[in-house]
């Protein structure tokens, strides 16, 4: 059930976190648990670059991805811009996705979020369609409630 493997993705970043406070060490160790344990097409974090005003790839498992992603731009700038989960059911029906896979076809994006500010995203992509539901957003953002104390 993905109930008992998100509750052992959380008991294993519990784990790792107590253990190591390096951010890159954390976020790599965290694409992986969560590539590992539950199979997604890519999983992997872009990181807010204030300078920029971009999203700057981080560490993830999967495919090449594009480097850098504007502010409000595709899945994950808007959920940076609008500091919420976001869950596309098919990636080609929502406007100004971001392609970096033609195998992608859905995708949730989660904000981290630290005193009410964006550091960073978990963006997951799966290459069936409708795969992310309420279930996956629940433990997604309490994994990343928890990353937030990270940063
Ligand atoms: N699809 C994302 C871009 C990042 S890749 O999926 C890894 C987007 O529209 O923001």
């Known amino acids: 059930m993905k109930s008992d493997r998100y509750t052992t993705i959380i008991k294993i970043l519990d784990s790792l976190y107590m253990e190591e406070s390096n951010l890159m060490a954390n976020l790599s160790n965290t694409a992986a648990v969560i590539k590992e344990y539950l199979g997604f097409f890519w999983v992997g974090f872009y ?3 204030e300078k920029s ?4 790839v981080g560490p993830y498992q999967g495919p090449l991805a594009c480097g850098r992603i504007e502010y409000g731009r595709g899945v ?3 959920s940076w811009k609008e500091a919420k989960t976001l869950v596309v059911k098919d990636v080609h029906e ?3 996705h971001i392609s970096c ?3 992608s076809q859905s995708e949730i994006v989660v904000p981290i979020i630290k005193d009410g500010k964006v550091m960073a995203v978990l963006d997951i992509d799966h290459d069936k369609k409708a795969t992310f539901d309420e279930e996956d957003q629940k433990y997604l953002e309490r994994i990343c409630d928890e990353m937030a104390k990270l940063f």
């Open 47 to 49: 990181i807010v670059d």
């Open 76 to 78: 994950c700038g808007s």
């Open 94 to 96: 929502f406007p100004g």
């Open 53 to 56: 005003n971009q999203l700057i």
């Open 101 to 103: 896979s033609p195998l």
